[in-house]
């Protein structure tokens, strides 16, 4: 299978291993999994699910029952030798892993038949319950006057190849061979992990993700969003469901000034040039304007060029050297929209962390709901890990982590290492 993960704005990052049949992996033996024990959170809240999609079973004879997929499949997300399904197979023989989850060997047909017939909006309870067993971490002090919760959102697509013959087909009828899935995300800032990951087939209408984000919308909440996002009808249902949000705008956007804001030295000191309240949308068709009043703060940025990753190529969108952010917050300092901004990028590294270290830019599946199931459980992975360290997730956390499930370094290191990050986050508070 070949995988590519592009971002957003078209970057691909591409991930190489052999078409068809997986490659013969090296075989996975007792000593190569370890800290099984940490599941042991996860058995009681899996254990609801141990009946799903047994309706079709009229013989009452499945072996491999939902529960013990997921743990298989966090295995797989958590431990770096399980890096493909067989090796997931692999793992289901040995007989202290069958002990510590619970579950007996797996054949390649049953794990491949399972992301088929599971259900994988099951799995969102288990997230909300886990999700509320997290503590928000140290928050920002220049934010204390935002009381809605902080909630990034933005998409990242993850492509694959099907098997050779599809992807020849596919390759002929648009021009590529890859098949395309988007993972819409909403992110929490204060908690630093995502609450919800939509996952569609790469396209528009009802699957572009202002549709989807305006399917989703909760109460209460500060959505942070880029460009791709900026569209009135979309501000409007937000407005009407009790939030707020933070957007950037496009550089061509025409509006027409109502009223300019004096600004402040701290907002000079965070290169805020302008802050209006402006008449957007004049063009737009009457049902589409915008009907509360819009906030516009300009801010001084470094002007760039997209460029894609390879040799002329073209990714991304220019920036002509000005952000321009919308918002419907009107008494929040415009030094303060401009910093509820910059955390956008909290969501791009999140999207880094959860392709690279959690295993997704490999699929174990190829169609929408084995994609969903395995999406979930890396929501549940990244749950988990905030639980045990109780603090923001690091590439170099999720490195001890694998060390230790690879037997590699004992719970008293990981246990140093937690300790050192906390007195860190302490000490970078007391800076703040």
């Not at 009107?330 to 909290?346: G, H, K, M, Q, S």
Request: some cysteine; hydrophobic content about 40%.
């Amino acid at each position: 299978m070949d995988a590519t993960d592009e971002d957003q704005d078209g970057h691909s990052d591409a991930s190489r291993s052999a078409p068809g049949p997986e490659r013969e992996a090296a075989r996975v033996t007792e000593a190569d999994i370890v800290g099984l024990k940490y599941f042991d959170r996860l058995l009681p809240l899996l254990k609801r699910l141990e009946d799903d999609g047994c309706a079709r079973d009229k013989a009452g004879n499945r072996e491999l029952h939902y529960d013990q997929y997921c743990l298989l499949v966090l295995l797989y997300l958590f431990n770096p030798i399980c890096s493909s399904l067989r090796a997931v197979q692999q793992a289901s023989e040995l007989k202290n892993v069958q002990r510590r989850l619970g579950c007996g060997r797996a054949s390649l047909g049953s794990l491949s038949e399972a992301s088929t017939v599971f259900d994988p909006q099951r799995l969102i309870e288990i997230i909300q319950e886990l999700g509320s067993q997290v503590q928000p971490l140290t928050k920002d002090p220049r934010l204390q006057g935002i009381q809605q919760t902080l909630t990034l959102v933005d998409a990242t697509l993850i492509a694959a190849m099907p098997r050779i013959m599809a992807a020849s087909v596919m390759k002929q009828q648009s021009g590529s061979g890859m098949v395309k899935w988007r993972l819409h995300t909403h992110f929490e800032v204060d908690r630093h992990v995502p609450v919800r990951i939509d996952v569609t087939r790469d396209g528009g209408g009802d699957q572009d993700e202002r549709a989807v984000l305006e399917r989703t919308i909760d109460a209460d909440r500060c959505y942070v969003m880029d460009r791709g996002y900026a569209k009135f009808k979309l501000f409007n249902a937000i407005v009407a469901k009790g939030s707020s949000y933070v957007c950037r705008v496009r550089d061509n956007s025409v509006y027409e000034v109502l009223t300019e804001q004096p600004l402040t030295a701290a907002d000079r000191a965070a290169r805020v040039l302008s802050d209006q309240v402006v008449l957007l949308g004049q063009n737009s068709k009457k049902n589409d304007r915008p009907n509360h009043p819009i906030r516009l703060v300009v801010v001084k940025i470094k002007p760039h060029v997209s460029k894609g990753k390879y040799k002329g190529g073209s990714s991304g969108v220019d920036s002509d050297g000005f952000l321009r952010i919308a918002t419907n917050l009107l008494d929040v300092p415009a030094e303060i929209i401009a910093l509820l901004y910059a955390y956008r990028w909290t969501i791009e590294i999140f999207f880094r962390q959860f392709k690279h270290l959690l295993g997704c830019r490999h699929l174990l599946s190829h169609n929408q709901n084995g994609i969903e199931i395995q999406t979930y459980c890396a929501i549940i992975a990244c749950l988990l890990i905030a639980l045990w360290t109780g603090r923001q997730p690091t590439k170099r956390t999720q490195e001890m982590l694998c060390y230790f499930l690879t037997g590699w370094a004992s719970a008293e290191e990981v246990a140093a290492h937690i300790a050192k990050l906390k007195a860190s986050d302490e000490q970078a508070a007391k800076t703040n």
